[in-house]
């Protein structure tokens, strides 16, 4: 569920008295979910972006977000515009929480079984061959064929936050299967942003940052539990990649990688292990209350008291999962203001008749939608059923095809980092231009179709 359930009772209680009102925070709230990736934040950022940049102060909002920031350190300086140091420096925090979650679900989840992994898997490679093949058919050799990558990769935010709407009408596999192929997506856009986007390398970056990844994973291997160094070695690894010349997003998913997503201690060892604690504790807060004035009793007893209480934090933080702490600490801040922000800094387009003529009229805004909207679903569709009918993969437990279905429609939502791909393909601001028209064409096409879909796909709640 995208709601904490104690939420959830307030908000029911609030509108308890207008059946409109909570059917209709029913349907809003988990676009506003603080506790999960929400794309509603993003929605009204994208609003606001589109409007500025149709109006009279385009020039002067665009200007802003080319405004140069520069850090330096002694002799040495780095300056990027705003823009780029969101794109370089907040934009990896969401893929840290795309890492986490992915490898949650490579351990413990949906992709710990190697026929339900296969299922995303070949879902998602399908769901990159397909829409790219059908651009390049649609787009032709010329110069728009460079915005390629723009069709690989699937919005997250948007696609968890409509089916979070519905989530009392499907299994939780379905939300696992869609973040699961999701992760994959974006991990193969990222690939896609290193290998075709990235004009130099700089190998002593990557040694900086391989270096520092390998250090985690030794702490990690030793059972190192202080999260300062992993603070520092993450900085260190998201320097490096940045410093490379990749694109520091790679940064974010690796050092998502690295996150606990199983306890310390499981709940058994804890029960077994923290009684004869619980029963020390008591003992020596007894003598501490019968300490009756005396100072060297008092001291003695309070130290005892403090250890125990010591013992029993620090038991209890063991079985408290990492990774889901880390999650939860990030997301509130990824979806408030991470993504608003890159949204903000990144959508320029200018929805004018003339702007929409030009884009109707070249072939790279048409191929970017019929890539999306249409190869995106069609080729995550034929590729886990083909893999089904194969014996290599099967569907995770309780999700149907007609589920599937619905899903798939949402593979077509691109958005955030289709726009920033479409950015990095192109130089020529035109061609920019159009891409992202197609991108928000293809986006509102396929999230109205995933609601559609996904309103009758599932099972109806129980009143």
């Not at 160094?229 to 490379?244: H, N």
Request: no cysteine.
């Amino acid at each position: 569920m995208a709601i904490r359930p104690r939420i959830a009772g307030r908000e029911h209680a609030r509108a308890g008295t207008s059946p409109i009102s909570r059917a209709f925070l029913k349907r809003v709230a988990p676009l506003f979910a603080g506790n999960e990736i929400s794309g509603g934040p993003m929605l009204l950022a994208t609003f606001v972006a589109l409007v500025l940049s149709s109006s009279p102060l385009a020039s002067g909002w665009e200007d802003f977000w080319g405004l140069s920031l520069e850090i330096s350190l002694g002799s040495h300086s780095l300056s990027h515009s705003l823009a780029e140091w969101i794109d370089h420096a907040l934009l990896p925090l969401f893929f840290v929480i795309i890492g986490t979650d992915m490898k949650r679900e490579i351990v413990t989840g949906e992709l710990s079984r190697w026929r339900s992994a296969a299922f995303p898997l070949l879902g998602a490679i399908g769901g990159m061959v397909v829409p790219v093949g059908l651009f390049l058919v649609i787009a032709g050799q010329g110069p728009e064929a460079a915005g390629w990558g723009a069709v690989v990769v699937t919005d997250t935010a948007f696609g968890l936050a409509l089916l979070a709407i519905f989530s009392d009408r499907f299994p939780a596999g379905l939300r696992a299967l869609l973040l699961a192929f999701a992760a994959i997506d974006d991990v193969g856009g990222l690939l896609v942003i290193a290998g075709a986007y990235t004009r130099h390398i700089e190998i002593v970056g990557l040694v900086v940052a391989a270096v520092s990844f390998g250090v985690m994973l030794l702490l990690r291997k030793l059972r190192w539990f202080s999260s300062f160094p992993y603070v520092l070695l993450s900085i260190a690894t998201w320097g490096g990649i940045f410093a490379s010349g990749i694109h520091a997003t790679i940064a974010g998913v690796v050092i998502g990688f690295v996150a606990p997503v199983r306890p310390r201690l499981d709940k058994d060892a804890f029960s077994r292990g923290v009684q004869r604690k619980v029963d020390d504790f008591q003992d020596a807060y007894r003598q501490l209350r019968q300490a009756d004035g005396d100072d060297r009793i008092d001291r003695a007893a309070h130290h005892e008291v403090e250890a125990h209480l010591g013992y029993l934090d620090e038991m209890t933080a063991a079985t408290e999962v990492t990774g889901d702490r880390l999650v939860g600490v990030l997301t509130p801040w990824v979806s408030y203001f991470v993504l608003p922000l890159f949204v903000l800094s990144n959508v320029h387009v200018a929805i004018t008749p003339d702007a929409l003529a030009g884009a109707v009229a070249s072939p790279l805004a048409p191929a970017v939608a019929a890539a999306l909207v249409l190869g995106k679903p069609i080729g995550f569709l034929f590729a886990s059923w083909l893999g089904t009918r194969t014996g290599i993969a099967r569907l995770p437990s309780g999700v149907t095809w007609r589920m599937v279905l619905a899903m798939s429609s949402l593979a077509g939502i691109g958005f955030t980092i289709s726009l920033f791909i479409a950015d990095l393909a192109f130089a020529d601001s035109r061609l920019v231009e159009q891409a992202s028209l197609g991108t928000l064409a293809a986006s509102a096409v396929a999230g109205l179709a995933g609601y559609v879909f996904l309103r009758f796909a599932g099972d109806r709640p129980k009143m």
